[in-house]
């Protein structure tokens, strides 16, 4: 069971015009959030980050609930700042104290850090910083690149390496808390970092008076020494302390875990993959109606004219091509009532080269005329009836 009492203020400082801080704290989360971006964006920055931490861990308690609520708020931002172009490039810091509930329903607390809002543990009158400050000067430091006192005055001090609303990959600092009973946990923007000492902070910090008049005084002193920027504070002191069975160190990484890429990369997959078959449908389709209209084409070519032709010494008309076309072949389509013995002997061998003709009609009419030609020729012997009435009055000419 871990228990704290805690006392809270945040001031807009001297300089700024506007409070861009947000901070929330109750018997179970603390938290304190510095927003940046222009045109009060960071103030939405902050709100969003607090109010989904604050709601969030109310109802998991976890350290993954913690966790996942800050990447819940950082992505709340990103898309917040999608939507809407005022707020494009606002961010924030993210430290916090939960009372993080393990398995065996033991609470113990826990930091988690995004930035460079600070964390100092005080015991006795002294004072240990928690978290790191994810900032330029600072990474520095602790690559060796830097002093800590070269730090204090670097130009980049104040860039931060981390923040909320940056990009969709957050690393989050998470500390299990070593604290006793009688330990104060110190939460503040830099707002109070960069006016204070650590000495001028511990001093007042860990007095013995009430956390509500060490607040009041943090506040003071910071605006005192200049108050260049918001300044927030939380001040725990904890009464009861459970230590976490197996104690957290670590920065977690949003980084998409393999199966989580594999999974995504799956749908992308699967996704190229419908758009693959529909271009290989959409293709399939237009030689289709190709097909289908060559076809049609080839079968209206087909059969698009008629002739004479001599059917076992009658005759007859055909429609089609004579040789076919593809697998289209000529089809009769009657006999006439003359026999090819009643043709001029050069029509007889005419026949046999098929002589188009585009209608039935035309091709009926092709053939009285042939039948009309040996009959004149014969000198006017008998005619023969035909049972086909040929009513088109012109005569095709040989
Ligand atoms: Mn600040």
């Given at each position: 069971?871990?228990?704290?009492?805690?006392?809270?203020?945040?001031?807009?400082?001297?300089?700024?015009?506007t409070?861009?801080?947000?901070?929330?704290?109750?018997?179970?989360?603390?938290?304190?959030?510095?927003?940046?971006?222009?045109?009060?964006a960071?103030?939405?920055?902050?709100?969003?980050?607090v109010?989904?931490?604050?709601?969030?861990f109310?109802l998991?308690?976890?350290v993954?609930?913690?966790?996942?609520a800050?990447?819940?708020?950082?992505?709340a931002?990103?898309?917040d700042?999608?939507a809407?172009?005022e707020?494009?490039?606002?961010?924030?810091?993210?430290?916090?104290?939960?009372?993080?509930?393990?398995?065996?329903?033991?609470?113990?607390?826990?930091l988690?850090?995004?930035?460079d809002?600070?964390?100092?543990?005080?015991?006795?009158g002294?004072?240990?910083?928690?978290?790191?400050?994810?900032?330029?000067?600072?990474?520095?430091?602790?690559?060796?690149?830097?002093?800590?006192?070269?730090?204090?005055?670097?130009?980049?001090?104040?860039?931060l390496?981390?923040?909320?609303g940056?990009?969709?990959?957050?690393?989050?600092?998470?500390?299990?808390?070593?604290?006793?009973?009688?330990?104060?946990?110190?939460?503040c923007?830099?707002?109070?970092?960069?006016?204070?000492?650590?000495?001028?902070?511990?001093?007042?910090?860990?007095?013995?008076?009430?956390?509500?008049?060490?607040?009041?005084r943090?506040?003071d002193?910071a605006?005192?020494?200049?108050?260049?920027?918001?300044i927030?504070?939380?001040?725990?002191?904890?009464?009861?302390?459970?230590?976490?069975?197996?104690?957290?160190?670590?920065?977690?990484?949003s980084?998409?875990?393999?199966?989580?890429?594999?999974?995504?990369s799956?749908?992308?997959?699967?996704?190229?993959?419908?758009?693959?078959?529909?271009?290989?449908?959409?293709?399939?389709?237009?030689f289709?109606?190709?097909?289908?209209g060559?076809?049609?084409?080839?079968h209206?070519?087909?059969?698009?004219?008629?002739?004479?032709?001599?059917?076992?010494?009658?005759?007859?008309?055909?429609q089609?091509?004579?040789?076919?076309?593809?697998?289209?072949?000529?089809?009769?389509?009657?006999?006439?009532?003359y026999?090819?013995?009643q043709?001029?002997?050069?029509d007889?061998?005419?026949?046999?080269?098929?002589?188009?003709?585009?209608?039935?009609?035309?091709?009926?009419?092709?053939a009285?005329?042939?039948?009309?030609?040996?009959?004149?020729?014969?000198?006017?012997?008998?005619?023969?009836?035909?049972?086909?009435?040929?009513?088109?009055?012109?005569?095709?000419?040989?």
């Amino acid at each position: 069971m871990t228990r704290w009492r805690f006392a809270t203020a945040t001031d807009t400082g001297v300089v700024r015009a506007t409070n861009q801080d947000a901070l929330y704290v109750d018997n179970q989360i603390a938290v304190i959030a510095d927003g940046m971006g222009g045109h009060a964006a960071g103030e939405v920055a902050s709100e969003i980050t607090v109010n989904i931490v604050r709601e969030d861990f109310a109802l998991s308690g976890s350290v993954e609930g913690l966790h996942d609520a800050i990447e819940k708020a950082n992505l709340a931002i990103i898309k917040d700042a999608g939507a809407n172009p005022e707020h494009f490039g606002m961010g924030t810091t993210v430290i916090a104290v939960g009372v993080t509930y393990d398995l065996e329903g033991v609470g113990s607390p826990t930091l988690f850090n995004v930035g460079d809002s600070r964390a100092y543990q005080l015991r006795d009158g002294a004072l240990r910083q928690l978290s790191d400050d994810h900032s330029v000067a600072e990474e520095w430091v602790r690559m060796g690149r830097l002093t800590a006192e070269e730090a204090l005055t670097h130009p980049r001090r104040h860039q931060l390496t981390r923040a909320l609303g940056v990009e969709e990959k957050l690393d989050i600092d998470v500390l299990s808390l070593d604290i006793h009973e009688g330990d104060r946990i110190l939460l503040c923007s830099d707002g109070l970092s960069n006016e204070l000492s650590n000495e001028e902070i511990a001093r007042i910090a860990s007095a013995p008076n009430s956390l509500d008049d060490a607040v009041m005084r943090l506040i003071d002193g910071a605006k005192r020494a200049g108050g260049n920027d918001n300044i927030s504070v939380i001040l725990l002191e904890f009464e009861e302390v459970s230590l976490a069975a197996t104690p957290i160190k670590k920065t977690v990484s949003s980084a998409s875990p393999p199966v989580a890429q594999s999974a995504q990369s799956q749908a992308n997959s699967i996704r190229r993959r419908r758009q693959f078959s529909w271009r290989i449908y959409a293709i399939a389709g237009v030689f289709a109606l190709l097909a289908v209209g060559f076809v049609l084409i080839m079968h209206w070519y087909a059969y698009s004219t008629f002739y004479l032709a001599n059917d076992n010494g009658v005759v007859s008309v055909y429609q089609g091509q004579p040789n076919g076309v593809l697998w289209f072949h000529p089809q009769k389509v009657l006999d006439t009532t003359y026999q090819v013995s009643q043709l001029r002997s050069a029509d007889q061998q005419a026949l046999s080269v098929n002589i188009a003709e585009p209608t039935l009609n035309a091709a009926l009419n092709y053939a009285a005329y042939l039948h009309t030609a040996w009959t004149l020729s014969n000198n006017g012997s008998t005619t023969t009836t035909t049972t086909v009435t040929t009513t088109t009055s012109k005569v095709k000419k040989g």
